[in-house]
């Protein structure tokens, strides 16, 4: 290797080991270890040490082909060292800082889809299934209107004509009579539930 691409994969390298120790930052900070599963945890931390291993091979490939010196080493060492003592306070913060800002976000968007969006639904839903009881109340009450209105005369014409049916023919109405009544009863009863419901 010449000079010049020495010097290169000098500073790459020690470059890598600052990030390095922030990326190892950041997986341990998202990467509880006492709320997980022990073998969980080693498989994590294998996979993530051979990424970190992968992406520094891949940089150095591109730098020297992938030629690996014993220096190489030592300015990942440097650059690690150096973040640990210079820069790990202040990116552990801005990580927090970054972490909560997030955080709030994500409540900000579910607060806002729940009252642009969820709480108009509801609000549609409800007004709806009231206009259709309402309706219904109505058009019930149309009915029972209805019925008393034509209901005297209706029992008048029965009346007259029970008069000249003969006896037999009277006991079969007589039973759908007492039918009748136990109907009305129960839509009675449906009746005044839903009223109180509506109320």
Not at 10 to 36: C, E, L, Q, V
Not at 78 to 107: D, N, P, W
Request: hydrophobic share 55%; glycine share 6%; aromatic share 16%.
């Amino acid at each position: 290797m010449s000079l010049n691409i020495q010097f290169i994969t000098m500073a790459a390298m020690i470059g890598s080991g600052f990030y390095i120790g922030m990326a190892a930052d950041t997986f341990y900070r998202f990467h509880r270890r006492k709320k997980r599963n022990k073998l969980t945890v080693y498989v994590y931390e294998i996979l993530f040490w051979i990424l970190q291993s992968l992406i520094i091979f891949y940089i150095l490939f591109l730098i020297n082909q992938g030629e690996i010196r014993f220096y190489i080493w030592i300015a990942i060492l440097c650059g690690f060292a150096g973040y640990q003592a210079l820069f790990k306070s202040l990116y552990l913060t801005i990580l927090e800082q970054c972490i909560m800002f997030a955080a709030r976000l994500v409540h900000v968007c579910r607060r806002l889809v729940e009252l642009l969006i969820i709480a108009p639904v509801q609000w549609m839903l409800k007004l709806l299934i009231y206009i259709l009881s309402l309706i219904w109340g109505i058009l019930f009450w149309l009915l029972s209107m209805l019925w008393r209105i034509i209901q005297y005369p209706v029992m008048k014409v029965g009346k007259l004509i029970l008069a000249i049916v003969p006896k037999n023919v009277k006991k079969c109405l007589v039973q759908k009579g007492k039918k009748y009544s136990k109907i009305k009863g129960i839509i009675n009863q449906w009746w005044k539930k839903l009223m109180r419901n509506r109320r």
